[in-house]
């Protein structure tokens, strides 16, 4: 079994900036793809970034420039740093990864972190 256990939410003014994390334990091999997603409320879940292992970053149009996403490997940890925020990036944010076994993938998520952006 694996989880994903994400930190670093909370309140932020307009303009500021917080870091997210999501570790990964339990039975991984290695995640292939780990990413954000986020969903705010009445509204449906929806990418944030993500980054395949060995590959480059890739984002929303919303967020591209503000966010930076990394990943250590060794760690089974993934980070979203989000600069400049906007009200609008209040959202709980969900952490996201896979792995293949076996020919198989496994599709994980955290439970989610609240990111309020308001002054």
């Known amino acids: 079994q694996v989880q994903l256990v994400e930190s670093g939410g909370g309140l932020v003014q307009p303009g500021g900036s917080l870091r997210l994390s999501c570790a990964g334990s339990?039975?991984?091999?290695?995640?292939?793809?780990m990413g954000w997603y986020r969903q705010a409320p009445g509204k449906q879940r929806e990418l944030v970034a993500f980054?395949?292992?060995?590959?480059?970053?890739n984002y929303a149009d919303s967020v591209n420039g503000r966010f930076t996403i990394s990943r250590d490997n060794a760690k089974n940890t993934v980070y979203l740093q989000m600069n400049s925020l906007k009200v609008e990036d209040t959202a709980v944010y969900y952490c996201n990864a896979d792995q293949i076994v076996n020919g198989i993938k496994y599709n994980y998520w955290g439970q989610g972190t609240q990111v309020t952006v308001s002054s």
């Open positions: 339990g039975n991984i091999f290695v995640f292939r793809t």
């Open positions: 980054m395949i292992s060995g590959g480059s970053a």
